[in-house]
């Protein structure tokens, strides 16, 4: 059944073949890219016997296990159901994208400590290990942060992928501002104020990113979806009467399920009225809709009805 109405939508965006291909071919690359710079700082660190680049070869290795967890959650978010698990493992990419908004929560309290121990205890900086270090983390953080970007608003697990990257990019480019700070200055005091700086820019970053994963893995309705939105238009399509007991819960990070009634005016066939709605739904970004059908004069009493 046809209908005519002009509305703008929000889309909760939905991925893909092409997308969840490309999104796993850019998690690959990262993953290759990281590990590689990781075993590179290492070997320079174990050969100029440097804590430091040893530290952060291991916060590095950090980055390449929550990048990892991404590509398992698209993975996830793309298994069948069973017998026992109706919508496969789906929902497990919600609770990687919570465990990722942690680790990002872990590591800014690691930066906060870390600073707070160089203001108590200063120390000298060694500006070769540093400016290499930095250098070379801007470069690969940055080209990983770039490669995830235009997938970021798409999945929570790719925006918690690129929050990291990013993150470290902001750490790196600290790094390099205070070494070259202290190289001309000797005020080792600057390094421990940016690395607090660094750590609230994180931490604002992040909160999105952790509210919308807590709510995703209580079933609230998923960040660009307007249940008042969408049951106003529905009930503008023809034959429509009202539509009510409206349910929507996430399915994965990237997949979003509706139930609710809707009441079919006299005449309308409620076939034709279910597809109508459904069609109107997936312009919402609703691809899984299971609508039950009562007739006008013959709704549900509430009692009867799920809530």
């Not at 990281?34 to 440097?50: C, D, K, T, Y």
């Not at 929550?66 to 990419?93: D, E, F, M, Q």
């Not at 801007?138 to 790719?158: E, W």
């Not at 609703?286 to 059908?293: D, F, G, K, Q, R």
């Amino acid at each position: 059944m046809a209908h005519e109405h002009t509305h703008s939508h929000h889309h909760h965006h939905h991925h893909g073949a092409e997308d969840v291909a490309s999104l796993k071919n850019v998690y690959i690359v990262s993953v290759a890219l990281n590990l590689a710079f990781v075993l590179i700082e290492a070997g320079v660190g174990l050969w100029g016997n440097s804590l430091g680049l040893l530290s952060d070869a291991g916060h590095n290795l950090s980055d390449v296990f929550s990048i990892v967890l991404a590509l398992i959650a698209l993975r996830l978010a793309s298994t069948k159901s069973t017998k026992t698990l109706t919508y496969g493992y789906r929902k497990g990419s919600v609770l990687i994208s919570l465990l990722n908004a942690i680790i990002l929560l872990v590591a800014v309290g690691a930066i906060l400590v870390e600073s707070v121990h160089k203001f108590r205890e200063p120390a000298a900086v060694n500006g070769g290990a540093v400016a290499w270090t930095a250098g070379a983390g801007i470069l690969v953080n940055g080209l990983t942060a770039f490669l995830l970007m235009k997938h970021r608003k798409n999945d929570l697990n790719a925006r918690g992928a690129f929050l990291h990257m990013a993150a470290d990019t902001l750490v790196s480019v600290g790094v390099l501002i205070s070494g070259i700070v202290i190289s001309f200055t000797g005020w080792n005091f600057i390094d421990p104020v940016i690395g607090i700086v660094v750590a609230i820019i994180i931490l604002v970053g992040t909160w999105d990113l952790l509210s919308e994963s807590l709510r995703l893995s209580i079933d609230a309705v998923p960040a660009g979806i307007d249940p008042e939105e969408i049951t106003e238009h529905v009930r503008e399509i023809p034959g429509v009467q009202d539509i009510h007991h409206v349910h929507i819960w996430p399915i994965s990070t990237t997949e979003t399920a509706l139930t609710a009634h809707a009441v079919v005016a006299e005449g309308a066939e409620a076939e034709d009225v279910v597809a109508a709605i459904k069609e109107e739904l997936r312009e919402h970004g609703i691809a899984h809709a299971t609508i039950e059908t009562e007739r006008t004069g013959h709704a549900c009493a509430d009692h009867d009805c799920c809530c």
